[in-house]
C-alpha cells in the first residue's frame, strides 16, 4: 500500500505518473480493505490500508459524504451498495461480455455445468460472466471474483499464449501460495500444464484452488488473434473425474470459445 508517493514510485510494478494524486491512491486502498471483510473498525482499516490513523478517519469521512461507506450499528465502516456502481457499468458496456453471454449460456444448459468468462489482470483471472449449473453448487463465485493464474486452468489457458520464457519468469515471480494440498507450486510442473494446454487448446486444473472443484479452460482470442480472457467449465468430482470432464466436455468447451473470439475478432 502506498503512504507518501514520489515520481519514482512504482504500484503494481508500474511507474506512477507525474501527475498521481495520492490522495485518490489512498481512498482506493482505504475501499480494497475491505476485501473479504463485511466491517472494519478504524484503527484495522488503517492498517490494511497502509495509512495512518488520522489519514484513514479523513478518508472514512470523505468516502461517508460520498455515498461509498457507512458506518453498522457498531459504529464500523461497511461498503455501501453504492460501491456496485462501477462494476456494474463495466459488466454492461463491455463488448466481449455482451457477445459472450449467448455462447456461454448455451454451454451451461448443454453441459449442465458451471460455465464462466474470466479476463486477466494481473497474475490473476476476474470473473465476468457466470452460468452457474443446474445442480447444487459447492462452490459459490460472485461476478469479479479474482483467482490466482497459476493454478487454475482459466489461468493456463491465458498463460498458453505468452511466450514460454516471459511466462516461466512471471511464475518464479508470483507468489504461488498452496491453496489445497493439490496446488502444483513447482515452477517446472505449472510450466508441464502450460505447454499441455498450448499444444490441446484446453487447460486443466484438479482441485488445486478448491477441494472438490475440476476445471478445464479455453482461451477467447479478440483483434489480432490476441488471447483477452478464458471460457471454463467446472464440475466437481462427485460427478466427474479429469478425464472424462475433458473428453466429454472438452470439444463443446472449444466450440464455444471459438465461437466467442470469432465474435470478439469483429469489434
Known sequence: M????SDSDTFNGKDIPDQFIGSVGRAFDVLHAFDGHVSLGLTELARRAGITKSAAQRMTSTLSAL????????GRWTLTPRTLAIGASYLATNPLIDRANPFLAELSRETGESVNLSI???ADMVFVARFPS???????MALGTRIPMFCTASGRAVLSGRESDEVRDELTRAEREAFTPRTLTDVSAIMARIDEARATGIAAAEEEFYLGDL????????????IVGAVNISGPTSRWTPARLRAE??????????AISSHAAKR
Open 2 to 5: 502506498r503512504n507518501n508517493v
Open 67 to 74: 455515498g461509498y461507506l457507512a458506518r453498522d450499528e457498531g
Open 120 to 122: 486477466p489482470d494481473g
Open 134 to 140: 443446474s445442480h447444487r453448487i459447492f462452490v459459490q
Open 215 to 226: 476445471a478445464i479452460a479455453a482461451p477467447v482470442r479478440g483483434a489480432g488473434d490476441r
Open 249 to 258: 466436455l472438452g470439444p463443446q468447451l472449444l466450440h464455444t470459445a471459438r
